[in-house]
């Protein structure tokens, strides 16, 4: 029986630039890196506040990274929207699509490297 969710996966070519976003522009706390048994490179981030860890992985061997759209994303809360928007953008990172406000909160999209999305939530937002 599952008990619970442990961590996401997502692959990437160029490992350093995605755990930098991760890490400097959401500001997740990398918890470990190691190189697996078949070779795999791997860094383990997660939120402040969550208990579920995101697992970047470079494989080469694997053959090219092919990101979808609209195929995944993760979403992360955040306490000011506006604000983070801004230092976001200041290190290079746009928000590329929103603020919109859905009720009592608002989100907006922001692209990680290499194609994925990354939703932001600000709950109990003012509209």
Same mark, same amino acid.
């Given at each position: 029986?599952?008990?619970?969710?442990?961590?996401? &996966?997502? +692959?990437? &070519?160029?490992?350093?630039?995605?755990?930098?976003?991760?890490?400097?522009?959401?500001?997740?706390?990398?918890? &470990? +890196?190691?190189?697996?048994? +078949?070779?795999?490179?791997?860094?383990?981030?997660?939120?402040?506040?969550?208990?579920?860890?995101?697992?970047?992985?470079?494989?080469?061997?694997?053959?090219?990274?092919?990101?979808?759209?609209?195929?995944?994303?993760?979403?992360?809360?955040?306490?000011?929207? @506006?604000?983070?928007? +801004?230092?976001?953008?200041?290190?290079?990172?746009?928000?590329?699509?929103?603020?919109?406000?859905?009720?009592?909160?608002?989100?907006?999209?922001?692209?990680?490297? @290499?194609?994925?999305?990354?939703?932001?939530?600000? &709950?109990?937002?003012?509209?």
């Amino acid at each position: 029986m599952i008990k619970k969710l442990l961590h996401t &996966r997502y +692959r990437v &070519r160029d490992l350093e630039k995605t755990v930098s976003f991760y890490k400097d522009v959401l500001g997740l706390k990398e918890l &470990r +890196r190691h190189t697996s048994g +078949r070779g795999s490179q791997l860094v383990f981030l997660k939120a402040p506040e969550g208990d579920e860890e995101i697992e970047i992985c470079k494989f080469d061997e694997s053959g090219p990274v092919a990101v979808g759209p609209d195929l995944t994303h993760l979403a992360f809360e955040v306490d000011d929207l @506006e604000k983070f928007a +801004r230092e976001a953008a200041a290190k290079g990172y746009p928000l590329s699509d929103g603020p919109h406000s859905t009720g009592s909160s608002k989100i907006a999209f922001i692209d990680a490297p @290499e194609g994925y999305e990354v939703e932001l939530i600000e &709950r109990g937002a003012k509209s």
